[in-house]
């Protein structure tokens, strides 16, 4: 049975939720996260009409959550109420003071009770997979002992595979979970132009992939 297993509130006191099946014993823990960025919500509606629509009787632990951003999401822009980017705000090796707003990791990493909610969850759980969804960029971006996954993903999908997004990433998730913790972790890129009903079919594809 999946149901909340965990709860935080943004800086704007909107709710962040942890869906989770919680078995024991389990193979493997699986984690899917949906909206990083705000402006980015697809994962947010794929996530919960797959929770809708999923009986789950498989061997892993299952954990997902639909909006971890959702003071930007209520904005639809990239970072959260503080103007921060999530995904540049982790307390990796290569995290910097960042220059550019659209890119602003925080006056400090880890600042964000977002952030703080993700680490939190990784050092709880101890994912052995984990995916996010972002747009637009159409591809398989993967950190980490994840190429295997990769590919399996770009069958499903036909997005090509890549370990380098083409640009610095200081701060990210994918560097703090994949690279640093040795953690296979896929950010999915996914088509903007496609309709939620279009991208149904592949994306809980690999949902059931992921979760065996």
Not at 44 to 62: A, H, M, P, S
Not at 79 to 105: C, H, M
Not at 106 to 121: L, Q, V, Y
Not at 195 to 200: F, S
């Amino acid at each position: 049975m999946i149901e909340i297993i965990k709860i935080t509130k943004s800086a704007e006191g909107r709710e962040i939720k942890l869906f989770g099946d919680i078995k024991t014993p389990f193979d493997k823990t699986i984690l899917i996260i949906g909206v990083f960025h705000g402006e980015e919500p697809q994962g947010k509606e794929l996530i919960e009409t797959y929770l809708e629509n999923l009986i789950y009787n498989g061997e892993n632990r299952v954990l997902f959550i639909p909006c971890l951003n959702p003071d930007g999401y209520n904005r639809n822009k990239r970072q959260n109420s503080n103007g921060v980017d999530l995904n540049r705000n982790f307390p990796t090796k290569n995290w910097i003071l960042a220059d550019n707003p659209e890119y602003f990791g925080g006056k400090e990493p880890a600042s964000e009770i977002e952030t703080k909610f993700m680490i939190e969850i990784i050092e709880e759980y101890k994912p052995d997979v984990i995916l996010s969804l972002h747009a637009p960029y159409k591809v398989v971006n993967y950190d980490g002992p994840a190429e295997k996954i990769a590919e399996k993903i770009s069958e499903i999908i036909g997005y090509p595979t890549s370990n380098d997004i083409g640009y610095p990433t200081p701060g990210s998730f994918g560097n703090y979970c994949g690279v640093e913790r040795n953690i296979p972790t896929i950010t999915l890129e996914l088509d903007e132009e496609k309709t939620i009903e279009e991208l149904k079919k592949p994306i809980w594809k690999i949902f059931d992939y992921l979760l065996g």
